[in-house]
Structure formats: structure tokens, C-alpha cells
């Protein structure tokens, strides 16, 4: 790889579809106004979450759930999802390099969370290693929803620790605002002499709608407060197709997707004798969907999705093949939401999938698995006045069957009761009580081998038993014209907490040092909460300040750390608004993590100063056109995340500033 821009077919069609863009804006036969592109429509009020059932938006679910969208996810963007959502209190990110987040909620990361694609697992192989990249583009998401808590009754065993739903908009269950609208932009980024340009167009009429999108992003290697980080160059390339049909009657789509992604191993660049290790990523989704509204008496609607993926990565050691991955997955989701019975309403479903995971090659850690689950849920939701309950439960069965072992089968149990009682308009307090349950994963249960991106020899445990959480958690929520809060405290106890320790030992034949796959009880603490001061609305603009914060801590049995636990955080932003300029600053302390488990490093504290100015300079029915400056780490802090594998050979990337132009239509 390389940091010169690459022409291929994708990045032409990105180039075209800006190009229609720019045409639309300015032809003098267009007369629609722009759809929900234009990005003070919503509302967090209005906003649907489509990663529950019943159609709700934000405010009205008892479970405590973050949705990025509009301008704000427009300020939040990064090459990887877990950067994206980061800001979140309570969700961080791994890293690995620029290209490389996997999110993390509330300390829990890896099969523990489940990332999914409208709804739908994404099927990559990023839960396995932290050097995976997860096979989603957030550039292209309509909004970005976040579970926080166990949600293992709506997605399943992965789903424990919490979920992160990647909405693309891609198959249209409903008419367009617009025969023709979309979106594009083109950025360019300092600290890495990057470039990223997307765009997507929706065109539709009377019962259809046609949906094409295409990413391009070249980066050359970033920028440290002091040189470059060796090998963190990183090259990515997405796009989809789709269409749909749709009436009173519901609605029928599909479409086809593809992601590739070639980045670097910063964690192994090379040294002029060891060549330098690479990763290629490559991924094709095909997704189908259909609604049926009212198909029969007692029903109010019945939704069924399927998705097929088929996942390949290569790790190579300069030019040589190193490893191979490959993973072929499919899932089925069928939901039915009944009638109101009473106060009453809810929905009950059957989500069933299978994977074929393989490594191949000398360093292929874990064995080809066969994993197959299905498993049955069902949700009610009651209202009275100030109070709401949400009740729930769900059985699975998962079975994991290795190409060098025996099969493993798991039956799973989950349950949860919230509550939210509403002492006034302005002020709601939650309570949510959840026990769920997690299989192991392929890689807990069956590894055994050299590591090579992590430089460890990694072992497994095919002993191990199943996961069971226990967690309660207290919310209080306030609003008014002024002044908005949210502040939540839990407690997860785990019996048998599956977690991946360093042992201090060094394997003899590969020289690397073992860490191995072990199981303890656990508990799971923290506090998180975020304030949004309105601070004034005026012929000056619209004046903000947002602080927010959050803190887990997680020991085992005896009380000894375990690892790779996030620091504690504190942040605060300042944003104002006026008629055609927009300009925020923002800054977040990271404290040190010094609760340590035993032979891992410490991290010290540090400081991120973030700015940006967007100005609109182009405003009319048809289009609206936007100017932007993004800067990060303006103070070029040296900066290490606790999560992080390498953690104490990949500092984050030093001062970046970007600067680019969108276009809504």
C-alpha cells in the first residue's frame, strides 16, 4: 500500500454519483425539497430505533439506548465504528491502528457485543481478534443506534454485553420524501495525506424505491506527536445496491453489498529483515427483507429478514500469505408484533443462524467451526400513566463443532424486567434487571497456536462453560427547555466470566509469550452520564455545553483487575450555532488505568482537544451545501487507550486536521 489516490471502478462510481449530486443541486427542474438528509429535521423525540420491536422512538424505551444521527453523527464519523461511537458514555473503542475499532460497551467487548447491519449480524471475524476490522462503513450510516446492557433477548448469546446497529437505509420499507435525493461528500485528511469521498442516491415513486451508494478512503501513514506510525496506512473501498417494493399492504427488497479493506499491522511494520505485516479484507452481503401489515387477526405486522455473507481476510507477511480467514454466514429473523391486549403490547420472533469459520495456514490459531443457533424470544411492553413496564425472555441453542474436537452444546436462558416511573414531564427514573446468557465463542473455546498480528501464542479451553450475567441498573432521566441530564449506575455479576489473561510465560518453539483463555466469576461496576446545557437562543445563534463522563471497574473472584478494562473519562463541549456557521470545541480527559491485571502495562492520563467549523454556504430547495473543518488532538497529546492489545506499541494517532465539503439534495 501506498498513500497516492487509487483509481479503480468504485472510486469512479463515487466520483459519478458526486457528480449527479452536484447536477441535481443545479438544474432548474428540480423542485423537491431535500428528504431527512438535511440534517435539522429530526429530533431525538422523532427518531425511530429500529433495533427494537414496536416502532418506538429514543425517549420511549425503558432500556437505556444512544442513537447517533444528523449533524452529530456528521461530527462523530471515523474510519473505524467503534471511533465513531466512542463519544458515547459508556462505549469506547479497541484499536489497532487507524483501520482498526471494534466498539466496546460498558467494558464488555469481542462476542460480547453484537454489531449488526440493519439489524442483522454483521458475520465478519472482528470478534475473534482485535486486529479484525469490522466489515461495516460508517460513512454510510442514516443514524447509528447503541444497546447499552445485555440485549441477548432480541439478538442472541452475542448480544450480552450489549449492541451497536449499523442503519443504512438501504432497503426502503416506505415511500420517499423525494423522487430523487441523497448525499455525498469528499474529505481530506492532514495527518495521514488521506482522502475519503462517498455518496448515495435514493430515486423511487409510487410503490418502489432504487438505493446505490460507494465509499473511497486512501490513507497514508498517520501522523504521531513525534514522526509517523510505521505501516497504519489503510485503504477502503464499500458500495451496495438495492430496491424494494412497498404499499399498504408492506413491503419486499433486497440488496447486494461489498466491502474491502487493505490496511496495515502497525503493531508489526517490519525492520528491514522481518517484512511488515498487512491485512486484506474482504466481504459480500446479501440481504433480504419483507413486512406483511396486518396479515391476519391479532397480528399487526409480521417482518422477516435474511441475510447471507461471505467473509475472506488474509494476513500477509510482506508479499508471503501468511494466515488466511474465511467465514460463510447466514440468519434468519422472523417478528411478529401483536395486537394491544389491554395495556399490553409486544412482539415474539424466532432468529436462527449458522457459520462456517476456517483458518488456513501455518499460523491459523484457531480450527475450522461449524457454529449453528436458533433461538425464541418474546417482548411485552405495558403502559399506566406514569408507569411502564417492559418484560422478556428468550431460549437458545447454540452448538460449535470443531474440524480437531469435539462438539460443544449450549442451552441458554435470558430474562429481564424494566420499569420506568414517571415522577413528571421533566423527570423519569428507570430500573432494569436483566439475566442473560452467553455460549462461548469458537476462539475461547478452540484456540491453540502463534498469534502472529497480536505477537502472542494464544490457547484456548474447550472446557469451558457457558456465561451467565446478572445485572441491575438505575437511571434517571431529566429534560427541559434549558437543561437536559441522564445518569445511570450498574452492577454485572458474571459467573464464569470468560477472559484472555497473559501468563508471563513464553512458548519455546515460537518465542511468543502465551496467553491463554480462562474462566472466573466476575463483577462489573460503573457510572456514566452525560448534561446538555441550552445556554442561550438568540439573533446570536444557539448556544450549548455538554459534559459527560463515565467509569467502569471489573475484578474477579478475590478481587485481582481483569484486563484491558477502559479508563475512566471526562469530557465536555461547547457548540454555537448561527444562521450559516455552525463551531464547536470539545475536550476529554482520559484518566490513567492503573487497575491493572497481572503482567499488563498501565496507561497514563491524557487530554484530547477537538474542534470544528462547518459553514453552509449553499442553501436552497434542492440542495444545501456545506463547508467543514474537523481538527483532533490539537494539543498532539501522546495518547495510549487501555483496551488496546498493543496498546504499548500503537499510540493514537497524533494531531489530524481535515477539511472537506458535504452536499444533502
Same mark, same amino acid.
Given at each position: ?63 437505556? &439506548? ?96 450489549? &449492541? ?213 424470544? &418474546? ?143 466476575? &463483577? ?142
Amino acid at each position: 500500500m501506498n498513500p497516492t489516490l487509487r483509481f479503480n471502478p468504485l472510486a469512479l462510481a463515487v466520483s459519478a454519483l458526486l457528480f449527479t449530486a452536484a447536477a441535481h443541486a443545479q438544474s432548474d427542474d428540480a423542485s423537491a425539497a431535500p428528504d431527512g438528509s438535511k440534517r435539522d429535521v429530526k429530533t431525538l423525540d422523532t427518531v425511530t430505533v429500529t433495533g427494537v420491536p414496536l416502532g418506538q422512538g429514543a425517549d420511549d424505551l425503558v432500556a437505556p &439506548v444512544a442513537v447517533l444521527f444528523g449533524e452529530e453523527l456528521d461530527a462523530r464519523k471515523a474510519n473505524t465504528l467503534g471511533e465513531t461511537v466512542s463519544s458515547i458514555p459508556g462505549v469506547t473503542t479497541t484499536y489497532f491502528g487507524p483501520g482498526v475499532g471494534r466498539p466496546i460497551i460498558r467494558g464488555l467487548d469481542g462476542p460480547r457485543v453484537a454489531v449488526l447491519s440493519d439489524g442483522l449480524n454483521s458475520n465478519d471475524v472482528s470478534n475473534i481478534s482485535q486486529d479484525h476490522a469490522v466489515a461495516l462503513e460508517p460513512f454510510l450510516a442514516d443514524q447509528i443506534e447503541v444497546l447499552k446492557g445485555p440485549s441477548t433477548l432480541l439478538y442472541g448469546s452475542g448480544a450480552i454485553g450489549g &449492541v451497536v446497529n449499523v442503519v443504512d437505509g438501504r432497503i426502503r420499507e416506505t415511500a420517499l420524501d423525494t423522487p430523487f435525493s441523497g448525499r455525498a461528500e469528499l474529505r481530506y485528511d492532514a495527518g495521514s495525506n488521506g482522502f475519503t469521498g462517498m455518496s448515495r442516491v435514493d430515486a423511487g415513486g409510487d410503490g418502489y424505491a432504487v438505493h446505490i451508494d460507494g465509499l473511497y478512503r486512501d490513507t497514508g501513514n498517520y501522523d504521531l506527536p513525534k514522526g509517523k506510525l510505521a505501516n497504519s496506512d489503510l485503504n477502503n473501498q464499500s458500495g451496495a445496491v438495492a430496491g424494494s417494493i412497498f404499499g399498504d399492504w408492506g413491503f419486499a427488497g433486497a440488496s447486494v453489498s461489498r466491502y474491502e479493506s487493505d490496511y496495515g499491522n502497525p503493531a508489526e511494520p517490519g525492520d528491514g529483515i522481518d517484512p511488515g505485516v498487512s491485512l486484506d479484507v474482504e466481504q459480500t452481503r446479501y440481504d433480504l427483507k419483507a413486512g406483511l401489515a396486518k396479515p391476519f387477526a391479532g397480528i399487526e405486522r409480521v417482518e422477516l429478514a435474511f441475510g447471507h455473507t461471505d467473509y475472506k481476510h488474509i494476513e500477509f507477511e510482506g508479499d508471503a500469505v501468511g494466515t488466511t480467514f474465511l467465514s460463510d454466514g447466514n440468519e434468519l429473523r422472523l417478528e411478529a408484533t401483536h395486537a394491544a391486549l389491554g395495556a399490553w403490547q409486544g412482539a415474539l420472533g424466532v432468529q436462527a443462524g449458522s457459520k462456517q469459520f476456517e483458518a488456513i495456514g501455518e499460523e491459523a490459531f484457531v480450527p475450522g467451526t461449524r457454529t449453528r443457533n436458533v433461538g425464541l424470544f &418474546v417482548i411485552e411492553q405495558g403502559a399506566w400513566n406514569r408507569l411502564k413496564l417492559e418484560l422478556g425472555a428468550r431460549g437458545d441453542f447454540q452448538g460449535s463443532d470443531p474440524d480437531n474436537g469435539s462438539k460443544r452444546s449450549f442451552a441458554l436462558f435470558s430474562a429481564s424486567l424494566g420499569a420506568r416511573w414517571q415522577f413528571s414531564e421533566q423527570v423519569h427514573l428507570s430500573l432494569n434487571a436483566d439475566r442473560a446468557q452467553r455460549a462461548p465463542a469458537e476462539e475461547e473455546l478452540f484456540a491453540n497456536g502463534p498469534h502472529i498480528a497480536t505477537a502472542t501464542f494464544e490457547i484456548g479451553d474447550p472446557l469451558l462453560g457457558k456465561e451467565t450475567s446478572r445485572q441491575i441498573e438505575l437511571g434517571l432521566h431529566y429534560h427541559s427547555d434549558r437543561f437536559e441530564a441522564e445518569f445511570s449506575a450498574y452492577r454485572n455479576w458474571f459467573d464464569n466470566f470468560i477472559f484472555l489473561a497473559d501468563t508471563g510465560l513464553i512458548d519455546d518453539e515460537s518465542e511468543l509469550p502465551i496467553r491463554t483463555w480462562l474462566q472466573s466469576d466476575a &463483577v462489573f461496576r460503573g457510572i456514566e452520564g452525560e448534561a446538555t446545557w441550552h445556554v442561550a437562543d438568540n439573533d446570536a445563534g444557539k448556544f450549548d455545553l455538554r459534559i459527560y463522563g463515565d467509569r467502569v471497574r471489573a475484578t474477579r473472584t478475590g478481587g485481582a483487575n481483569l484486563p484491558r478494562i477502559p479508563a475512566g473519562r471526562l469530557g465536555t463541549e461547547f457548540t454555537w450555532r448561527g444562521e450559516a456557521l455552525r463551531a464547536g470545541i470539545g475536550a476529554v480527559h482520559t484518566f490513567s488505568q492503573n487497575r491493572n491485571a497481572e503482567f499488563e502495562t498501565q496507561t497514563s492520563d491524557y487530554t484530547l482537544l477537538n474542534a470544528s467549523v462547518t459553514y453552509t454556504f449553499l442553501d436552497s430547495e434542492r440542495s444545501s451545501w456545506e463547508a467543514f473543518v474537523q481538527g483532533n488532538n490539537l494539543g498532539n497529546e501522546n495518547a495510549r487507550l487501555a483496551t488496546s492489545v498493543v496498546k504499548d506499541r500503537v499510540p493514537l494517532p497524533g494531531r489530524n486536521v481535515a477539511v472537506g465539503v458535504r452536499v444533502y439534495f
